[in-house]
Nanobody, 126 residues
């Protein structure tokens, strides 16, 4: 069974940066579609970024040019580098995984992912 553990969240001022990490148990990073989602209070969970086994990445329009998803196969960690943070980026951020060679067009659908981490909170103040 795959387990995901997120870390790296915190509080930062607008314009600042944070790097989130998602540590996976077992050798899944190289074989799975890995994604980051976020959920703000009162809002639906939103797909932020995803990366597949060949390092092809997808991004939500709201974060393109500011966020970068990457992974370290040796460490089994997926990262989300977040730059130029805005107050509207404030949310709980979750790592998700699905056993699929490619993330596909439906990568932003939360029901595509059977495995989730517990989340890490990101708060951006103005």
């Amino acid at each position: 069974q795959v387990h995901l553990v997120e870390s790296g969240g915190g509080s930062v001022q607008a314009g600042g940066s944070l790097r989130l990490s998602c540590a996976a148990s077992g050798d899944v990073i190289s074989r799975y579609c890995m994604a980051w989602f976020r959920q703000a209070p009162g809002k639906e969970r939103e797909g932020v970024a995803a990366i597949d086994r060949v390092l092809s990445a997808n991004y939500a329009d709201s974060v393109k040019g500011r966020f970068t998803i990457s992974k370290d196969h040796a460490k089994n960690i997926v990262y989300l580098q977040m730059n130029s943070l805005k107050p509207e980026d404030t949310a709980m951020y979750y790592c998700a995984a699905v056993s699929s060679w490619a993330c596909g067009r439906g990568w932003q659908g939360e029901y595509e992912y059977p495995t989730w981490g517990q989340g890490t909170q990101v708060t951006v103040s103005s």
